[in-house]
T-cell receptor, first 115, second 108 residues
Framework: GAGVSQTPSNKVTEKGKYVELRCDPI?????LYWYRQSLGQGPEFLIY????????DSGLPNDRFFAVRPEGSVSTLKIQRTERGDSAVYLC?????????????FGEGSRLTVL | KNEVEQSPQNLTAQEGEFITINCSYS?????LHWLQQHPGGGIVSLFM???GKKKHGRLIATINIQEKHSSLHITASHPRDSAVYIC??????????FGTGTRLQVTL
């Protein structure tokens, strides 16, 4: 596809369950970001990948959150033992250049609801 | 104090008005982004700038590095401009820090 693709677009799960959210960036984009956005708030940084490695994971709220990008393209955000407070829209963005110095392209987001 | 502050938080304007949204930041940056988010929609990049001024159609973005301040201007505003406008800065640590956004409503 031409843009950043995120799946699923909506996910409803029960407290305590495991969730995976997928981001397929624009082909060739080496920088990939995960954010989450709660209602009425601006996006909150979670993790930044440059290639396959997590260059900055300082935004992950706790060890229940983990993200991978094994081949430097698709990334998966994994949330263990989900809690109601994890409910948010999880956004992925990619960029051709590292360090936020390139134009950002966002996916439509994955809306996670934890019951 | 947040690293990125936007003002106003909410703005209502009549069609045709000139609109200014402000962004102030407190950290050293490599770039500043202006983003647009429509209700229920994804985020679209409007501008990325590190100095001076950029123009695209009715949108103009300026940045003053010394004063750590940027403005987004919309000329001849239209109801379709109604959206949340978000300022984000890229610091030396590469991650982006976002402002909380300015909700703009343009009425007929």
């Amino acid at each position: 596809g031409a843009g950043v693709s995120q799946t699923p677009s909506n996910k409803v799960t029960e407290k305590g369950k495991y969730v995976e959210l997928r981001c397929d960036p624009i082909s060739g984009h080496t920088a990939l970001y995960w954010y989450r956005q709660s209602l009425g708030q601006g996006p909150e940084f979670l993790i930044y990948f440059q290639g396959t490695g997590a260059a900055d994971d300082s935004g992950l709220p706790n060890d229940r959150f983990f993200a991978v990008r094994p081949e430097g393209s698709v990334s998966t955000l994994k949330i263990q033992r989900t809690e109601r407070g994890d409910s948010a829209v999880y956004l992925c963005a990619s960029s051709l250049y590292r360090g936020g110095t390139g134009e950002l392209f966002f996916g439509e987001g994955s809306r996670l609801t934890v019951l | 104090k947040n690293e990125v502050e936007q003002s106003p938080q909410n703005l209502t304007a009549q069609e045709g008005e000139f609109i200014t949204i402000n962004c102030s930041y407190s950290v050293g940056i490599s770039a500043l982004h202006w983003l647009q988010q429509h209700p229920g929609g994804g985020i679209v990049s409007l501008f990325m700038l590190s100095s001076g001024k950029k123009k695209h159609g009715r949108l103009i973005a300026t940045i003053n590095i010394q004063e750590k301040h940027s403005s987004l201007h919309i000329t001849a505003s239209h109801p379709r401009d109604s959206a949340v406008y978000i300022c984000a800065v890229s610091g030396t640590a590469s991650k982006l820090t976002f402002g909380t956004g300015t909700r703009l409503q343009v009425t007929l």
